[in-house]
């Protein structure tokens, strides 16, 4: 058993090393990453708790116990972001975080009356407490319910009629396999669960089976990975984009399509919309999200959200070059220009001029006049 422990952590050590490098990496692809990384953490959980490593280290257990229920959230994320390239996280997604408070909550207020727990005396415990058993269903059902709307995701790519058909069955396969994966580990985890509960005897304890089976889904999950990887190298692939990508956007449809992105902002000043999004400016000008972003990657070697706020940049410093901090305030010259909040502003300026506003404001007032 330690040899099957030692071989997984050996294998994920070397997958998230040799992609950590890789460039450039999509967001799907670091999410994916961080997963894998935490997979890792739990997996040598796992082997110190059978080795009985780490006895006086009870929070290391309890962690562990902790970071479970993120694994279908970041499952969720991982298939939302895939399917959607230009998916970029905003302040409505943290809502994803109250069913990890709940479940914190709730076992954290159990160990704390010692009704319950991850860890005793440095070890898994194997308690079948009424306490400790709706802190497991209630981990359960956390994952269980982001695995299926990981695999609502996963159907609207199959039903997608926009995608490149090859691209769309590669893409279902793979995303399906993991699905279908996931689906697998929990019920089966969620059986020994409950046969452990009515004290069904096994050679194994509860959690040395529960873990092996977890490292063979690992190592199963790695070879599935490697069969299907060559989907995720690129982003998604609509049919009317399909003639473009079949050898890469050429420079003269890249200039013509930066020309028209960039005349658009200039002309129409769009970028003073604070919620000037991707989609939005693709309905503006006409063109697809995925042509904007790529060609404002290439051409302007920037993120469309850096690309957009380098106007904004410009434009506030049109503004304090007329003089107009000196009747108004550097936030409302700020908002504006399109930024939506002060440190987004301050980010931004300093990412583009290397210096905070009021540095470059002490630094042009103090400029001498120059005929």
Known sequence: MDYLFIVCIAILLFFILSHANRKPKPLHARIF?????????TVLGFFFAQK????????YHELICYTHVLHGIILFFYIRCFISDNYRFISKDLVHLAPVAVYAAYHGATRLLGLGGCASSGEIEQTTNLYSSVSTFIKFGILAGYTVAGASLVRQVKHDTRLDKKKKISVYNWL?????????????????EVLFYFDIPFALSKEALINVIVTIFILTFIYIWNRYSFVLIGPMIYEEEKEKYKSGLEETELDKNYAAITGFLEQSEAYLDKDLTLKKMSSLTGLSEHLISETVNRKADKSYSDFINSYRVRCFLDKIEAGEHKTNTLLGIAL???????????RAFKQFTGQTPSAYIQELDNKPFSA
């Open 52 to 59: 009985g490593l780490l006895a006086d280290h009870i929070w």
């Open 336 to 346: 504006e220009c399109g930024f939506n909040s002060k440190s987004t502003f301050n």
């Open 176 to 192: 399906e396999s993991i699905i279908r994966g996931v689906i697998f580990l929990l019920a089966l985890t969620l059986l020994i």
């Open 33 to 41: 990453i961080g997963w894998m990384g935490l997979v890792l953490f």
